[in-house]
């Protein structure tokens, strides 16, 4: 399935840690990058991390400090990224979406998401 598939949401007191997963199948194109973002109600959706093939990182200035994106991990079926978050705030509340692209043939897509509450 190349649709990503998003694992790790949960409830979660402020100043807690959550580790979110991300996976998507392998295609015979090498994947380009890898990303979070997280919409939060009434909000629009904003990136949060986003890591490319060759690991390069950026991330939301929000969250810098706080959160981690992991390489991308290949093994013989998937590519898997991790988003690990500590020092959660409520304001880190929201769906958690993971995006994936492949830039060989212009495609690109999102996960179902993941719901993360932090309570204050």
């Known amino acids: 399935q190349v649709q990503p598939v998003e694992s790790g949401g949960g409830l979660v007191q402020a100043g807690g840690s959550l580790r979110l997963s991300c996976a998507t199948s392998r295609t015979i194109f090498s994947i380009s990058s890898m990303a979070w973002y997280r919409q939060a109600p009434g909000k629009q959706r904003e990136l949060v991390a986003k890591?490319?093939?060759?690991?390069?990182?950026?991330?939301?200035d929000s969250v810098k400090g706080r959160f981690t994106i992991s390489r991308i991990s290949k093994d013989a079926t998937k590519n898997t990224v991790y988003l690990q978050m500590n020092s959660l705030k409520p304001e880190d509340t929201g769906v958690y979406y993971c995006y994936a692209d492949w830039a060989a043939t212009m495609t690109s897509y999102w996960g179902q998401g993941t719901q993360v509450t932090v309570s204050s």
């Open positions: 890591i490319t093939s060759g690991g390069s990182t950026n991330y939301a």
